[in-house]
């Protein structure tokens, strides 16, 4: 089969190109031997992998590399190939993500591209400078809350990090006005398509390797950046597995709120209450409206709490699914995924936070979590009505100190 496929690729012409091979498998010999039997050795680039380049080098002669490899390639002057039945759609949809337009699976030449794209307008003031750090903040919708959540954006922000406010869907003269103040991007839209304006944010800036992605509705503290992109490097030096996204830990979030109980030491409270503590969003804290209330009732401030638990070291893995108001990832990861998944004619609210945990899982990549950075959620949509009236009611509470 394999022969028959390459075999007729070169019948067509489609073996004239540089090669990369993907994968490093039984077949992997097979194939180079073929290409160079057949006067295609030299067409040969290398091979890329996404695990196995730490402890196979090279394969047949060829090296092997991780896929960030493929950046190095001026987009279209590569055709790429694999032979695989299995995780044939995760290997392609990433060299799609790479930019390689020519990409055949020996198992099946039949096969077509699978990523999609909206493709919508979009609008961009370009404040970028470049940097190695980016941070892009989906807003929009909550305006009452941005005196404190964007507001301590503004205030606790990094030189080290490029800021992108972002608004889907709509075009809101105080984002714009924020971003021009800050010497912040601002992007927006006129369609609301959460998905392809995340994957526009991250494309835009291309010399991102690592990128937060918040929400509105999320509160930081001081240090917050600068903290979590330490131990981000620390889990990539010493993390026994590879890293899906790392993030904070949140009170309101339907894992996070376990690691908050236990930290500030009022798991029992809660407990008596509510019943046990379980990482899961079929929990009490996302089912019950007080739940909400009861963990920042525990705060005397925001700043407060936070500021304790920059007293805490290390990180924990968490091992169920998670509310992605707050997160960094790598743009390594963003594309093994194949960037977040746009669907034409849909919003995709809800869709990058399913497909990331689900990649994860497939990847075997890991969520971790840092115990010693705090960031606040104010409530999930249902509870969202009750919390607004909690908020107002207790200013000292989110006040910037």
């Not at 606790?156 to 800050?182: H, P």
């Not at 046990?276 to 401030?301: K, Q």
């Not at 707050?326 to 609210?349: A, V």
Request: glycine content about 10%; charged content about 25%; hydrophobic content about 35%.
């Amino acid at each position: 089969m394999i022969e028959d496929s390459l075999r007729k690729l070169a019948e067509e012409g489609r073996l004239d190109k540089p090669i990369v091979l993907w994968g490093v498998n039984g077949m992997t010999p097979e194939i180079i031997s073929w290409l160079r039997t057949n006067g295609y050795g030299e067409k040969l680039l290398f091979i890329v992998d996404n695990f196995k380049y730490t402890f196979c080098q090279q394969c047949q002669g060829l090296p092997v590399y991780e896929p960030g490899k493929l950046k190095e390639l001026q987009e279209g002057s590569v055709a790429a190939m694999f032979a695989v039945g299995k995780n044939h759609v995760n290997i392609r949809k990433q060299l799609e993500a790479y930019g390689i337009g020519e990409i055949y699976n020996l198992v099946n030449l039949s096969e077509g591209k699978v990523l999609a794209s909206c493709g919508l307008p979009y609008h961009f003031e370009n404040r970028s400078k470049g940097k190695k750090y980016l941070c892009y903040i989906l807003a929009g919708y909550d305006p009452a809350l941005w005196d404190s959540t964007l507001a301590r954006v503004e205030a606790f922000q990094s030189s080290s990090v490029d800021y992108c406010l972002v608004s889907s869907g709509k075009y809101v003269a105080y984002l714009d006005e924020m971003a021009r103040r800050n010497g912040w991007s601002y992007l927006y839209t006129e369609t609301n398509q959460v998905c392809f304006i995340q994957n526009m944010a991250i494309t835009l800036h291309p010399h991102a390797e690592y990128i937060f992605k918040i929400d509105e509705d999320m509160f930081i503290g001081r240090g917050f950046f600068g903290r979590m992109i330490e131990e981000y490097h620390r889990i990539e030096r010493e993390g026994d597995y590879k890293i899906g996204f790392v993030v904070p830990v949140i009170p309101l979030n339907c894992t996070g709120y376990v690691s908050y109980l236990r930290i500030s030491g009022n798991k029992g409270a809660y407990e008596q209450r509510f019943g046990r503590a379980y990482r899961c969003d079929f929990s009490a804290v996302f089912n019950v409206a007080e739940t909400a209330e009861f963990l920042w009732d525990t705060m005397e401030t925001f700043d407060g709490m936070a500021e304790k638990f920059q007293e805490n070291h290390g990180y924990q893995i968490l091992g169920s699914y998670f509310n992605i108001g707050c997160i960094l990832f790598s743009r390594s990861r963003w594309l093994m995924m194949g960037k977040w998944p746009e669907k034409p004619g849909e919003s995709g609210m809800g869709t990058d936070e399913a497909y990331i945990y689900q990649d994860n899982i497939e990847n075997s990549l890991a969520i971790y979590e840092v115990q010693g950075v705090l960031a606040g959620h104010l409530a999930f949509g249902h509870q969202k009505g009750r919390m607004m009236e909690y908020y107002q009611e207790h200013p000292e509470k989110f006040r910037i100190t």
